[in-house]
């Protein structure tokens, strides 16, 4: 690659963090280190602007944290994780992350991580991005979504969990339902399931997630055929399976 050709953005809310990202980077030529963010909504503006290749990303953040960040942007650049938490290298892999890097790094682990940019942003797709003895290594849990994040042009919507009555599969998108209106997200019902809380949530039909405290009663229509009924009488088809799962609940 020519000297320069990779654009990078740092974005921690730490300063010393930033400054030991820089110090790495004073060894890689080719790299231009042309922002640096302390905040998950500036770096949202900043990234859509610039257009870098390459993120260096912190995960827990004032405002939006990492993940939420990658949601919000226009494109997808290569991104490396630099966190001092170890619980979210699963899901950072499944966003298709270039590495995870767990503070304090050592300067050959950062240079492995920019030898992992190179492989991607050479074209090399079929390279790993993240080897699974890493996040085996590094992984113990993830974390359950507490709120969800919604863009609408430029407006930012955050959906805290506890609002939510239902979700409803539609196509590519889902329908997050809370009292007020309904909100729809580019995402599919069964990737959100993954990541809602199993005591809190749950699938009662293909289509419809729903949030066990908004349910009042099931009624049963016929012989096979079930209703859950939730608060404000709102009222969902429950599929065999989904039946079966309640009753395990209940």
């Known amino acids: 690659m020519n000297e320069k050709s990779i654009k990078a953005i740092v ?3 730490e300063e010393l963090a930033r400054r030991v990202i820089k110090e790495h980077l004073a060894v890689h030529q080719e790299i231009d280190l042309v922002a640096e963010c302390t905040n998950g909504f500036d770096a949202v503006k900043v990234i859509n602007e ?13 405002k939006l944290d990492g993940f939420e960040v990658m949601e919000l942007l226009d494109y997808q650049p290569a991104v490396i994780f630099v966190t001092a938490y ?4 699963l899901r950072a892999f499944e966003v298709h992350a270039v590495d995870y890097l767990l503070k304090p790094f050592s300067s050959d682990r950062f240079d492995e991580a920019i030898s992992r940019v190179k492989t991607r942003l050479g074209g090399n797709a079929s390279a790993k991005i993240i080897q699974v003895t890493d996040i085996s290594n590094i992984a113990k849990s993830d974390m359950t979504l507490e709120r969800i994040v919604v863009k609408d042009g430029t407006k930012v919507t ?20 809370t009292p ?9 019902l069964t990737s959100l ?16 997630i729903i949030q066990l405290d908004k349910l009042m009663r099931l009624e049963q229509k016929d012989t096979e055929s079930w209703v859950a ?8 088809p429950v599929s065999k399976s989904g039946y079966a799962r309640l009753k395990e609940k209940m």
């Open 180 to 188: 007020e209106k309904g909100y729809l997200k580019q995402q599919t």
């Open 50 to 62: 610039l257009k870098p290749d390459l993120l260096f990303l912190d995960i827990q953040m004032p």
């Open 11 to 13: 974005v921690d809310d």
């Open 86 to 89: 170890d619980q979210h290298a």
């Open 193 to 208: 399931e993954q990541r809602l809380d199993p005591n809190r949530f749950l699938r009662i039909h293909r289509s419809f």
């Open 229 to 236: 009924v939730l608060k404000r009488d709102i009222r969902l």
């Open 158 to 177: 955050f959906i805290p969990l506890a609002d939510l009555d239902y979700i409803q599969a539609q196509g590519d998108y889902v329908l997050l339902k």
